[in-house]
């Protein structure tokens, strides 16, 4: 049971190139989320789904599109990356029947856009 | 979802409890008070969670004052693994209120653990 892992940990763009970020748990969750976390600041919701087929915005949604075409996988996707964009992203998912609701959280990708 | 309010950074003593304040002293009746903790470049790990009573797991308890406006966390024996950033965070439990489980992360508590 691997949990959440997101791929890449680590990649490096430029401005204007585009690239997808995975997230996959094998928890059979149906919730998953996508955060952004910003030098010195708290986690900020961009996107969630609450089902296979299902997406919706989060705080910060601009520039970022998501995709939940199977349960386990919530993919992120950066259209034309901005140096605004640099932060490192986390993914987390959880069971609609769990009984503390905790999230699960992905050890994160760090992106920097040039 | 109702605000919080923590201080920005605590140290505590190797081996002494840890005593984490939050306030939310907007909360509203079907909101419950959450607590995760994220270790330096990890992604968040969840704590404990409660409404109104006291609740204590493997890993902390959480005292919730009787008007709930406010609340501690604690670490009963504080180790250097427990240095981390704290987050208090109020919401209604899934499905209640139409809530999606989404988590309003402020910036937390900056516990460091001095040996």
């Known amino acids: 049971n691997a949990g959440v892992t997101q791929t890449p940990k680590f990649r490096v763009l430029k401005t204007g190139q585009s690239m997808t970020l995975l997230c996959a748990q094998d928890?059979?969750?149906?919730?998953m989320y996508w955060y952004r976390q910003d030098p010195g600041m708290g986690l900020r919701l961009i996107h969630y789904s609450v089902g296979e087929g299902t997406t919706a915005k989060g705080e910060v949604p601009d520039g970022y599109n998501v995709s939940r075409l199977k349960k386990q996988n919530f993919l992120l996707g950066l259209e034309s990356a901005a140096p605004s964009q640099t932060s490192v992203y986390f993914c987390?998912?959880?069971?609609?029947?769990?009984?503390?609701?905790?999230?699960?959280f992905g050890p994160g990708t760090r992106l920097t856009v040039t | 979802d109702a605000k919080t309010t923590q201080p920005t950074s605590m140290d505590c003593a190797e081996g002494r409890a840890a005593n984490l304040p939050c306030n939310h002293s907007t909360i509203s009746g079907n909101e419950y008070v959450y607590w995760y903790r994220q270790i330096h470049s990890q992604g968040p790990q969840y704590i404990i969670h409660?409404?109104?009573n006291n609740e204590t797991n493997e890993m902390a308890s959480l005292i919730i004052t009787e008007d709930r406006k406010s609340s501690t966390l604690i670490l009963p024996h504080a180790t250097l693994r427990d240095t981390a950033v704290y987050y208090c965070i109020v919401r209604p439990r899934q499905n209640e209120g139409g809530a999606t489980n989404k988590l309003i992360f402020g910036t937390g508590t900056l516990l460091a653990v001095q040996p």
């Open positions: 409660g409404l109104k």
């Open positions: 928890m059979n969750h149906e919730y």
């Open positions: 987390a998912s959880t069971h609609q029947r769990l009984a503390s609701y905790e999230q699960y």
